[in-house]
């Protein structure tokens, strides 16, 4: 594994995004790493079943690589900006 890689998941750990930050070039304002170990980077807009995407977690990184800085968020927490030049606020879901 390249050591230089900030999350602990291999680089080709599949993650899910939406089709506003896949396609669109929306930032990505929330950052969910669940319970079960998936991760989730979307635009922090409303979405339907139809607007998922799945890519792998080196992708993410190549998309946005400011969140580097949330690779360390635990399982149950997610993360929110405002904007992106607002800090994360990191929450529990418990």
Do not use: R
Not at 5 to 20: A, G, K
Not at 36 to 53: R, S, T, V
Not at 62 to 86: F, H, M
């Amino acid at each position: 594994m390249n050591s230089n890689f900030p999350f602990s998941d291999t680089p080709d750990t599949v993650c899910y995004t939406c089709c506003h930050v896949l396609n669109e070039h929306k930032p990505i304002l929330y950052v969910s790493h669940d319970e079960d170990g998936y991760w989730q980077f979307l635009c922090g807009g409303i979405h339907k079943e139809e607007d998922a995407k799945i890519v792998s977690l080196s992708a993410i990184l190549k998309i946005d690589d400011s969140i580097a800085a949330l690779a360390d968020l635990d399982y149950g927490e997610y993360a929110e900006a405002d904007d992106s030049d607002c800090d994360w606020i990191v929450h529990s879901k418990s």
